[in-house]
């Protein structure tokens, strides 16, 4: 089991920058893969922004977000991070960070992640 709990979001302007991060625990902590997703209103389903491995080797990207979103993992601390860079109004949303059981590598399949945080709220205003 792995709980998940995301923090960092807030409200900014376009142009702006927010950190969030996502410190799990649990029993299988070690070696996971895992990414952040977001949720935009009145939308179901949860968009892939990015996703890394366990031993940070492997990152991927949304198309929308390349460039200016950056992931990065403490393995030390149990922490991932998503740096948010040149904000934009269509970045609203809810952010969730996403874990899978194993180390396997995934992409941005929300389908592929078993564990999920309860998210924290992103609001670029224009």
């Known amino acids: 089991q792995l709980q998940l709990v995301e923090s960092g979001g807030g409200s900014v302007q376009a142009g702006g920058s927010l950190t969030l991060s996502c410190s799990f625990s649990?029993?299988?902590?070690?070696?996971?893969?895992m990414g952040w997703f977001r949720r935009a209103s009145g939308k179901e389903e949860r968009e892939g922004v990015a996703v890394i491995s366990n031993k940070s080797i492997f990152t991927a990207y949304a198309d929308s977000v390349k460039g200016r979103f950056t992931v990065s993992r403490d393995k030390t601390k149990n922490i991932i991070y998503l740096q948010m860079n040149n904000l934009k109004p269509e970045d609203t949303a809810m952010y969730y960070c996403?874990?899978?059981?194993?180390?396997?590598?995934?992409?941005?399949?929300?389908?592929?992640?078993?564990?999920w945080g309860q998210g924290t709220q992103v609001t670029v205003s224009s």
């Open positions: 996403a874990a899978r059981k194993t180390s396997a590598y995934a992409g941005l399949e929300e389908g592929s992640y078993d564990y």
């Open positions: 649990g029993s299988i902590t070690r070696g996971v893969f």
